[in-house]
């Protein structure tokens, strides 16, 4: 076991300035104005006059409360003590790359069972229908296309819809951002080619959502998280699909999305590790990858694999699968994604496990309040990446997420990453806010709230340019 007071942390403190930001989050800030509304009625009225019915969800299930056991205070992180990924069965020690591949192997199995749930093995035969082929776009300085995955098994069949740019004057292979979105493909520009989302999505009337069915006023309205200008023009495509497609976000009993295909591999509510939806989402990831190692115009081994989010917890457990993704990127992941669960800090096992039954296998509820029982922590999921080029991003005001414990799991990774012959992390102290480091892994912590910013993909930008285009001059 790793004791909490590993000595490459015994000068590890919050810099000064990332403390005072390190602050409640702006919708824990509205408790206070929350607070004076005693009359049930009137509290109700104004949630309903304020049109946050969806925010108010994601409010409730994020408030800082005695009652849903959440912590934002970092003097009552309990004392706790991390499984060694270096430490084999029977605490044997791990001392070269190919006793890693055995340790590796354990940890899978450990995740597998306990917590994203194990993936079906039945390989499928997909058809792959083109929509629209390669067209100018973005003024002509990129071009689109739009695919069809058709995964049909069991007399199920499932979609994925899978939306691609890439710069129009590159006449070579380029690499590539492969990730998901929350509202549909045309949620992420604009351009009124881009197929609006039929099938049941999150979001809200701002987002051009109405019961769960994205509108053509989604079109758009997620641009900001994916600057396609920015990327195109630093030489990346983009493939990206609604996470919807691969299963719906929310707890059906998996009989929407992908899982009906494999039914019998795990029948419904008799599999405890059966996958879950995170489980889901990264299978579709190496789904499109397959899609684009097939693909002329994208250079497959230049494939870097990014998610916000929930859907940054879903790039990490494709990333620790799927070893063809060369570079993973997590942004504000938090809990169940690059924060050590055992900090018990902002969101929890068992608040996540109680807000999002289905993300998880069912073993993992078995450690609800219980998460020093867990025979893996998040440090083991970014460990699983090793060697390749991981980056975990934070944002100074997303205490949800834990920041500090998100910094951590990268620490306690870095001995993986140097046994297999990297320079891991170049430091260990947490940075100070809007102070990325860049190594074979990379940390930022960003002022503001949980989102994905352009600060964010300018970073990932010249992370994936360190690893990917070594030789260019910066």
Partial sequence: ??????????????????????????????????GCLTNQQTFLQWII????????????????????????????????????????????????????????????????????????TQKLEPQYEVTEDWTPALDGKAERKQVTIILSRQGSTSKIRVLLYRPIDHDQTVPVFVGLNFIGNASIHPEPRIRIHE????????????????????????????????IINRGYAVATAHCGDIDPDFDDGFKNGIHPLFVDEFPPAKTSDAWGTIGAWSWGLSRILDYLEQEPKIDHTRAAVIGHSRLGKTALWAGAQDQRFAVVISNNSGCGGAALSRRKFGETVHRINTSFPHWFCANFKNYNQREEKLPVDQHMLIALIAPRPVYVASATEDLWADPKGEFLSLIYADPVYKLLGTHGLPINQMPAPDQPVHGTMGYHLRSGPHDITLYDWMQYLNFTDRHFNPDEPR
């Fill in 1 to 34: 076991m790793l004791p909490v007071q590993h000595p490459l942390l015994l000068s590890l403190k919050n810099h000064s300035r990332a403390s005072t930001l390190l602050d409640r989050n702006r919708e824990q800030k509205r408790i206070k104005k929350i």
């Fill in 49 to 120: 006059n304020q049109k946050i019915v969806y925010r108010w969800v994601f409010f409730m299930m994020t408030i800082s409360s005695p009652a849903l056991g959440q912590n934002y205070d970092e003097q009552r992180v309990p004392a706790y003590e991390l499984p060694n990924p270096l430490h084999g069965e029977n605490e044997k020690p791990i001392e070269s790359a190919e006793a890693w591949v055995h340790r590796r192997e354990q940890i899978i199995d450990s995740f597998e069972r306990e917590m994203y749930g194990k993936s079906p």
């Fill in 199 to 230: 099938n049941w999505t999150i979001g809200s009337e701002d987002d051009g959502v109405i019961d769960h069915r994205a509108t053509a006023a989604s079109r758009g309205k997620k641009k900001s998280r994916w600057p396609l200008a920015q």
